[in-house]
C-alpha cells in the first residue's frame, strides 16, 4: 500500500518546488528547500505529525506542518551540521536563529469537529492530509498559495539583521537571548549593543551553568 508521504510528495513537487526554484532555492526536494545568500541560510521544511501526535491529537498522521528558518553563516558552526556537495551548509530548520511556520488558508472545520480536544479544533498551523491522500493536492496547492502570500515575505524579513536584532531585544530575558542579540549586534557593528548583551549573556552563562566560551554561543 502507498504511503501518505509518498502521495502527497507528488503534488508537492507540482505545485511548492517550483515556488521555492522561482524565489532562488537551488536545492530542493519535495519537502525541504535550501538557499544561501551571503550571511544567511534560509530552509523551507515540511514535517509530517507523526504516528505519536496521531494517536494523542487525532490528526491523521501524514497531516503536515510548514516551517521556515533563517540561519546565520556567521555563527558558530553548530556540531553535526552537514555540508552539501559544494560545501554549503545544509542546517535543519529547527537549527536555524529566525524561525516561523506557514498557516493553512484551507477550510477544515468540518474535519477538525471530530478531534477530541477543542484546542486542536482551532489550529492554523497543520494541514489534514487523509491517510487514503485523496486531499493531498488541494493540500499542496494551499501551501504554495501561503508560501507566495506569506513565506517569501517572511524569509525577507528575516534576513534584516536590525530588524533581528529589534526581534531578540523583544524576548523575555533569558541566555538565548543575550547570546543571539550579542552575536547579531558584533556582526553590525554595534559595539555599545554587542558589550552590553555579551555581558549579560555572560552572566547569564555563569548563572545557569552554561560554558562562557564565545564559540559555544550559537544563539538559538
Known amino acids: 500500500m502507498t504511503s501518505t508521504s509518498s502521495l502527497l510528495n507528488t503534488p508537492l513537487r507540482q505545485h511548492v518546488s517550483p515556488v521555492l526554484r522561482e524565489a532562488g532555492f537551488p536545492a530542493v526536494d519535495a519537502r525541504n528547500g535550501w538557499r544561501w545568500d551571503g550571511d544567511f541560510v534560509s530552509v523551507f521544511s515540511i514535517r509530517a505529525v507523526g504516528s ?20 546565520f553563516t556567521f555563527a558558530p558552526r553548530p556540531p553535526g551540521l552537514k555540508d552539501d556537495k559544494e ?18 488558508g484551507l477550510d477544515q472545520s468540518r474535519r477538525l469537529r471530530a478531534l477530541p480536544n477543542e484546542l ?9 492530509v487523509e491517510s487514503d491522500g485523496s486531499n493531498a493536492g488541494e ?35 533569558c541566555f538565548a537571548k543575550f547570546s543571539k542579540a550579542a552575536m547579531i549586534a558584533r556582526h553590525l557593528g554595534d559595539d555599545e549593543r554587542w558589550k552590553r548583551y555579551d555581558e549579560l549573556a555572560e552572566r547569564e552563562a555563569i548563572r545557569i551553568g552554561q560554558s ?6 550559537l544563539g538559538l
Open 139 to 173: 493540500v499542496a496547492a494551499d501551501i504554495a498559495k501561503a508560501l507566495r502570500g506569506h513565506g517569501l515575505r517572511w524569509f525577507a524579513q528575516a534576513m534584516d539583521l536590525r530588524r533581528a536584532l529589534a526581534e531578540s531585544e523583544a524576548m523575555r530575558d
Open 52 to 71: 505519536y501526535f496521531s494517536q494523542s491529537a487525532g490528526w491523521p498522521p501524514g497531516s503536515v506542518c510548514v516551517w521556515l528558518g533563517v540561519f
Open 120 to 128: 486542536e479544533r482551532v489550529r492554523q498551523d497543520i494541514w489534514w
Open 87 to 104: 560545501g554549503r551548509p545544509l542546517p535543519p530548520e529547527h537549527l536555524c536563529h529566525m524561525r516561523s511556520h506557514l498557516s493553512c
Open 212 to 217: 562562557t566560551d564565545r564559540q559555544t554561543w
